[in-house]
């Protein structure tokens, strides 16, 4: 199925690219709000993507009735990621995902701008990119459990999933 991106009008998220993969599945991309940032301060949750210039692209999936933001980023050195675009190392980053819990925590009058190769990559590809996520939460909770193994450790230590295990943990 080709997969066009559209704004959704009735969804609460105005302005986001709105992309349908079979009946009931529904991806967007959004960014993160100015409320999110300041609920999370970098200081407080240095693993949680930050930059000053601008917020991150977030690719948007629920998973077990939770609401996560998975980043779009560059110059990604580790696998837990989906590549949009190999040479430059840029893909969504699973392992800097977040939680949303609140609808305030996404800008919803912003549209959001990504590289149009990237988006060529992901388009067609958010089946993959959803498997991933899934695969890379069983991961975390697998690493969360043998802390005493430094793969695991890191894996845990370098992730922002840290900072929301309440949320999933159990449902993984």
Not at 25 to 51: A, G
Not at 76 to 87: A, D, K, M, V
Not at 92 to 119: C, H, M
Not at 158 to 165: D, G, I, K, R, V
Request: charge should be positive.
């Amino acid at each position: 199925m080709d997969l066009e991106p559209s704004f959704n009008e009735g969804s609460p998220y105005r302005g986001g690219i709105f992309l349908r993969s079979g009946i009931s599945e529904e991806y967007e991309l959004r960014y993160l709000s100015c409320k999110f940032y300041s609920d999370f301060p970098h200081d407080l949750f240095p693993e949680i993507l930050y930059k000053n210039s601008r917020p991150y692209a977030v690719f948007l999936v629920l998973i077990h009735g939770v609401k996560w933001a998975v980043p779009f980023r560059s110059h990604i050195n580790h696998s837990y990621c989906f590549r949009t675009c190999p040479p430059k190392k840029c893909g969504i980053d699973y392992s800097k995902g977040v939680v949303i819990a609140d609808d305030s925590y996404l800008e919803i009058d912003i549209d959001v701008v990504v590289n149009q190769a990237e988006f060529n990559n992901l388009k067609g590809n958010q089946k993959l990119v959803l498997k991933g996520f899934r695969n890379y939460l069983k991961s975390y909770k697998k690493a969360k459990g043998s802390m005493h193994i430094d793969r695991s450790r890191t894996l845990v230590e370098n992730s922002s999933l840290q900072y929301f295990e309440e949320s999933f943990i159990d449902k993984v």
